[in-house]
């Protein structure tokens, strides 16, 4: 069967520090990979979005970059941490054409 | 653009039915999915309409209409566990990216 694993679960940095978040798939192969954020109370933000290794679009403007260095490994990061940053940050894949995403147990990340 | 527009707050009583509607705006579609997500949880997929017409999977049912650009999600016997966010989803052009409704948050009450 297939997994997602997402962490950490929790994070707290300070602004100006550096961020990296790591997702990984298990149990398929040349999935499509997603991170998003979500603010509290809000819908989901597509930030980046990958159809197979090193080919990664960027959706949203901003001080965050993404990379997938194996096919089955997606990873956030950051150089320098906005207060902005802060929020839910959620991995999801999905396979094919199909619309049937599946999501790693998130990040919730407070920038102080 | 690409954008799929859904009412921002529901509130039902317990054992009733609530529908929950979608809206989209995209090209090249290839579905419509929904998905529930519990406080501080990540979301879990629950339905998918690839076609016209309604998809049963027990309390839940899903209906899509492409002529339309319309769906909606179906929830009957309702549950205080139910209350929840609900999200419908769809790919935002013919690269397949998947993009999200702004949510609808659903309280039920006793």
């Known amino acids: 069967s297939q997994t997602i694993h997402q962490w950490p679960a929790t994070l707290v940095q300070p602004v100006g520090s550096p961020l990296s978040l790591e997702c990984t798939v298990e149990g398929t192969s040349n999935p499509n990979l997603y991170w998003y954020r979500q603010a509290a109370g809000r819908g989901l933000q597509l930030l980046f979005y990958s159809v197979g290794i090193g080919q990664i679009s960027s959706e949203v403007p901003q001080n965050l970059s993404a990379s997938r260095p194996q096919d089955r490994q997606f990873i956030l990061s950051s150089k320098k941490l906005l207060l902005s940053d802060s929020g839910f940050y959620l991995c999801a894949w999905t396979s094919g054409g199909r619309t049937e995403a599946f999501f790693g147990q998130g990040t919730r990340l407070t920038v102080v | 653009g690409q954008s799929l527009e859904q009412p921002s707050e529901v509130t039902a009583v317990e054992g009733a039915i609530v529908q929950i509607n979608c809206t989209y705006q995209?090209?090249?579609?290839?579905?419509l999915s929904w998905y529930q997500q519990h406080d501080g949880g990540a979301p879990t997929f629950l339905s998918y309409n690839g076609l016209d017409g309604l998809e049963e999977k027990g309390r839940f049912s899903s209906f899509l209409s492409r002529s339309d650009s319309y769906g909606y999600l179906l929830l009957q016997e309702l549950q205080m566990k139910d209350s929840a966010s609900y999200f419908c989803?769809?790919?935002?052009?013919?690269?397949?990216?998947?993009?999200f409704g702004q949510g609808t948050t659903l309280q039920v009450k006793p």
């Open positions: 989803a769809g790919p935002s052009s013919n690269t397949g990216k998947l993009i």
């Open positions: 995209t090209s090249g579609f290839y579905g």
